[in-house]
């Protein structure tokens, strides 16, 4: 028999088993909601981005199955060849109305936006200037592109400018943030990062995954709260999250839009989307549009949820949005912190090295629109039981 030129993957597993970060996947049972079932066990869900609840919304289920009816369950093409249906059009118009810009593309994923859009319009010429916890699809992107990527320390615009200010005046550059950063929950400096993209002649461009259907009027995103209309250049926003269905898109002008359409390879080079998540994703645009008191609770929920952990003495460092982390330092204690809150019923994910830094290992917890004050309030007695048990407060 051959030896297994695999092997040493398991040689890896045995030492993130030995560091307690091996994870198996939860199983969800049943509908992505406030209160579901996971392996066996219900819990009041702290671990989705399914911030306004739209996943089980009645508008978005029936509109997803009329679509099915009358298109069919696939697209059967890429869209550059025969997978361009009349409903992705009247999507990427709805997504153009609603962000106040000129076009819209929709791709498969967020990840693949924000992937398939840096590495479309830059190349080895050009420098990429970008914030330190920008989304691993931002940094795929940099990296695919081939340009020359300087990172700035979070949210530091002084940094950011210092390595502006060192490089040629002709040189092109991007310079990119995430609106909301998805494991601490606080915003993009956009406005500091606006102005410094304007006084030396960059791209600007944010990842809005987390902001949309959260910022600014009826979820328009971090542009529109920040109200930056205008200045940003490249808006990508996320289907996947308060949107409830999946895909991603990008806002700008109608010329970068169709030099999307030529260049961005997972626009160019992979299936679109079924019609049903396009009809559901209208039917979300629908729900912000007429229904924004959605958003209010969600906000209600987020203050009500924080308030409760940081009177409860926990570390939820600087979140300004529903994402709230319960920073514990070691890898293990977040694991541990999480699996007992599991135990107790409350699903709120342990997130360690190396998606965020080995002395800064959490719990992360998302509110949604949809949890009511007793399954909030639930969570929150058994945080303060678990967390004196493990010590943390
Ligand atoms: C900041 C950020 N950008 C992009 C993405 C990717 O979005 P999607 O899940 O639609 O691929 C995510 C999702 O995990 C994210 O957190």
């Given at each position: 028999m051959r030896p297994d030129p695999l092997a040493f993957l398991d040689a890896e597993l045995d030492a993130l088993r030995s560091q307690g970060l091996h994870r198996s996947l939860r199983i969800l049972e049943g509908r992505q909601q406030a209160t579901a079932e996971f392996d066996h066990r219900s819990v009041v869900n702290l671990?989705?981005?399914n911030y306004l609840g739209l996943t089980t919304h009645p508008r978005l289920i029936e509109r997803a199955i009329a679509a099915i009816r009358e298109f069919?369950?696939?697209?059967?093409?890429?869209r550059t060849i025969a997978g361009t249906m009349v409903i992705h059009m009247e999507l990427e118009r709805r997504l153009a109305t609603f962000k106040h810009t000129e076009a819209v593309v929709v791709f498969q994923s967020g990840f693949a936006a924000n992937a398939g859009t840096v590495s479309a319009i830059l190349n080895k010429e050009d420098v990429i200037i970008s914030?330190?916890?920008?989304?691993a699809s931002i940094i795929d992107g940099c990296r695919l592109s081939r340009a020359a990527i300087k990172v700035f320390p979070h949210k530091d615009v002084d940094a950011a400018r210092k390595i502006l200010r060192d490089l040629p005046p002709d040189q092109r550059k991007l310079l990119i943030t995430d609106g909301?950063?998805?494991?601490?929950g606080d915003l993009g400096s956009l406005p500091a990062l606006c102005d410094a993209a304007e006084e030396f002649g960059c791209i600007m461009m944010v990842d809005d995954a987390h902001a949309s259907?959260?910022?600014?009027?009826?979820?328009?995103?971090t542009v529109d709260h920040f109200n930056m209309h205008g200045r940003v250049d490249i808006q990508v926003g996320t289907?996947?999250?308060?949107?409830?269905a999946l895909g991603g898109y990008v806002a700008g002008s109608a010329s970068l839009i169709d030099f999307l359409y030529h260049r961005a390879r997972p626009f160019l080079f992979s299936t679109s989307h079924p019609p049903s998540v396009a009809a559901t994703c209208i039917a979300a645009l629908d729900v912000l549009e007429q229904e924004p008191e959605i958003i209010d609770r969600l906000w209600d929920n987020t203050r009500f949820f924080k308030r409760g952990l940081e009177t409860l003495g926990f570390?939820?460092?600087?979140?300004?949005?529903p994402i709230t982390p319960v920073i514990v330092g070691e890898g293990s204690r977040a694991m541990k912190l999480s699996d007992r809150l599991f135990e107790e019923g409350v699903f709120a994910q342990g997130i360690a090295y190396p998606t965020v830094a080995r002395d800064k290992a959490r719990v992360r917890t998302i509110v949604t629109a949809a949890h009511t004050k007793d399954e909030l309030q639930f969570a929150l007695d058994k945080f303060k039981l678990v967390g004196t048990e493990l010590g943390l407060i």
């Open positions: 671990s989705s981005n069919g369950v696939g697209s059967g093409s890429v914030d330190a916890l920008n989304h909301v950063f998805s494991m601490d259907g959260v910022f600014g009027r009826n979820g328009r995103g289907l996947s999250k308060a949107m409830a570390n939820t460092g600087l979140s300004e949005s």
